[in-house]
C-alpha cells in the first residue's frame, strides 16, 4: 500500500498535468536560487567537502520532517538497498561527475550539455515504453534544447573531451535516477523516496570525502561566516531538499522527459536571482527562456504519432 506524505495531497490528481508543471517550475526555481549561492560558497569550500555538507544540511532537514509525517513507518531491507542505490550511482557519482566535468571544461560547456537531459529522459521514456513520440512533443522537445542554448549562448566555448564525456554521463545519471526514484519505489511517497535516495548520495560523498582527505588532505573552512552560513542553507535546505521534493513529485505526475524540459528554462530565474543582487539582464536569457517555455506548452499537446 502506498504512503501518503502531505507532500503528496495533491488537490489537482484530477489534473495531473497542472499540479505536475506547477511542480516542475518552483523545482526550477528553487534549484536556480542554489548557483549564486553556490558560487559564492566556493570562494572558500572546496567542492567535495561542500558536497558533503550539503547533502548533511539537506537529510538533517528531510529525516525529521518524513518521520514526523509519515509516523515513523518502517521499511523493508530492499526498499532500503534499493533507494540507497539509485541515490549512491544516480544523485551520488552524477553529482561528482558533474563537478569534474566542469573541472575538466568550464562552466558553459556543462550549462550546453544540461540542455540535452530532456532528450536523455525521453530516450528513457521510449526505452521503457512510457511514451510514444509525437510529432507536437518532438518540436516542442527541440525548442526547449534550443531555447537553452540560446540561454547560455552569450559566453559561447565548448571544451571536447573527457570532461564533456563526464556531463554527459552525469546529466544521464540524473535523469535515470530521477526515473527509477518513481518507477522501483512506487510504494513511497515523495518525501521518503526524496529522503532514501538522498541517503545514498550522501554514502558516496562520505566515501569521497575520506579519499580525498588521504589523498590531497582537504577539509572544511576553518572559520564559517555568517553570510556562508547563509548561503549553505540556501544551497541545501531550497536549492536541493525542497528543490528535490518537487521535482520527483513533477515526475511522478507528468513523466522525467517533460520535468526535464523545464531544466532548460533554469538559466532565467538564476538571472533573476542575479538581478536581485544587483545584476543585469541578458536579452539571450530571456529569448532562451521564452523559447523554453513555448517548448514546454508545444510538447504537452495531444498530436498524432
Known sequence: MKVISPLDQDPGLKK????????AIGSMVL???????????LETWHPISLIFARLV??????????????????????????GLSIGFVGFGVG???????????????????????????????????????TLTFTLG????????????????????????????????????ASD???????????????????????LFSGILLVIFWFVTGVSFPKIISAHDTGN????????????????LSSVARIGIALT?????????????FVVLSGGSWEINVVIGATLVALGVAIAQRKSVR
Not at 520532517?65 to 526498499?79: A, D, H, L, P
Not at 571544461?105 to 536523455?120: G, Q, R
Request: charged residues 10%; contains cysteine; positive net charge.
Open 260 to 272: 526535464s524540459i523545464h531544466m532548460n528554462i533554469a538559466p532565467f530565474y538564476v538571472m533573476f
Open 141 to 176: 522537445l527541440l525548442a526547449s534544447v534550443i531555447g537553452g542554448c540560446i540561454a547560455v549562448s552569450a559566453q559561447i566555448s565548448v571544451d571536447l573531451g573527457f570532461g564533456l564525456f563526464l556531463s554527459i554521463l552525469a546529466c544521464f545519471l540524473f535523469a535515470w
Open 95 to 133: 553529482t561528482v561527475l558533474l563537478l569534474f566535468g566542469q573541472w575538466y571544461t568550464n562552466p558553459v560547456t556543462v550549462a550546453l550539455v544540461s540542455t540535452t537531459t530532456p532528450i536523455m529522459a525521453t530516450v528513457i521514456e521510449v526505452i521503457k515504453r512510457q511514451r510514444t513520440m
Open 232 to 247: 549553505l542553507l540556501v544551497y541545501s535546505i531550497l536549492a536541493m531538499a525542497i528543490s528535490q521534493v518537487f521535482f
Open 16 to 23: 495531473p498535468q497542472v499540479s505536475g508543471n506547477l511542480f
Open 180 to 202: 527509477a526514484s518513481i518507477s522501483k519505489l512506487p510504494e513511497l511517497s515523495t518525501l521518503a523516496r526524496t529522503t532514501i535516495t538522498f541517503s545514498g548520495a550522501f
Open 31 to 41: 534549484w536556480a536560487a542554489g548557483f549564486p549561492a553556490a558560487e559564492a560558497l
Open 57 to 82: 544540511l539537506t537529510l538533517l532537514v528531510l529525516y525529521p520532517v518524513w518521520i514526523w509525517t509519515e509516523n515513523k513507518k518502517r521499511f523493508s531491507k530492499e526498499i532500503w538497498v534499493t
